[in-house]
């Protein structure tokens, strides 16, 4: 089974209200991470963990936040959001070779 | 500057085949190249990687990969395209990454490729 959950799938948030999105994968990977997509964009690199070591990215580090309380569960979680982070959030987790992605939570802001 | 770099967009015939080229920048010895396929609803589906230190061209199914790894450059190459085949391919370059301390490897994908295959 190589299947990465994510939840919700849609989410509709007020500006200035916090966002917990969930993500959970049972093929024991080490490394899981949490993308922004927006359209015609790559995908963003917000943080990950390998094991329980989170990595955050330098432009990032103070908008989003995460834990990692066992192996298989991942939560991305947003203080205060605004516009701008209307987007599609995608989590993945990874072996070192293969990575695979959840279906993604697309978020609107509001 | 730009880790991957992919073109924007091209197309073919179906029952053609298709190649999708891919650059990438990285000093490491391991690494790993994966390629996506993005489907409307925004899932990335997952297609086919190469490792650095792999001696010959993986393949998967239809998709298989040209590795030109003096070049840095890798090329995913779908047989016998479909119309269904239609959308946006992302290549990424996994590497170890040592940001703030942590370990693992990091993830970075390119721009994507628009793909159009008609029929």
């Known amino acids: 089974d190589t299947t990465v959950k994510q939840n919700p799938r849609y989410k509709l948030a007020r500006v200035g209200k916090p966002v917990n999105l969930i993500c959970s994968q049972t093929m024991n990977h080490d490394t899981m991470y949490w993308y922004q997509k927006k359209p015609n964009q790559a995908p963003k690199l917000l943080l990950f963990y390998y094991d329980k070591i989170l990595n955050r990215e330098a432009d990032t580090f103070e908008k989003f936040q995460s834990s990692r309380p066992n192996n298989s569960f991942c939560s991305l979680y947003i203080g205060s959001a605004g516009l701008e982070y209307s987007a599609m959030y995608l989590c993945?987790?990874?072996?070192?070779?293969?990575?695979?992605f959840g279906k993604g939570t697309r978020l609107t802001v509001v | 500057a730009q880790k991957v770099t992919q073109v924007q967009s091209t197309g073919s015939s179906q029952w053609g085949e298709v190649t999708l080229h891919c650059s990438y920048e990285?000093?490491?010895?391991?690494?790993?190249i994966l390629w996506y396929k993005q489907l409307f609803s925004g899932e990335m589906v997952f297609l086919i990687y190469?490792?650095?230190?792999?001696?010959q061209n993986q393949r998967n199914s239809r998709y298989s990969v040209v590795f030109q790894k003096s070049l840095k450059s890798i090329s995913l190459v779908i047989s016998a395209s479909q119309p269904e085949d239609s959308g946006t391919y992302f290549c990424?370059?996994?590497?170890?990454?040592?940001?703030?301390?942590?370990?693992?490897?990091?993830?970075?994908f390119g721009t994507g490729t628009l793909l159009s295959v008609k029929p």
């Open positions: 190469q490792t650095s230190f792999d001696t």
């Open positions: 990424a370059l996994s590497e170890p990454s040592m940001n703030y301390g942590g370990s693992g490897n990091k993830l970075i």
């Open positions: 990285t000093s490491e010895y391991f690494y790993v």
């Open positions: 993945a987790s990874s072996n070192r070779r293969e990575v695979f």
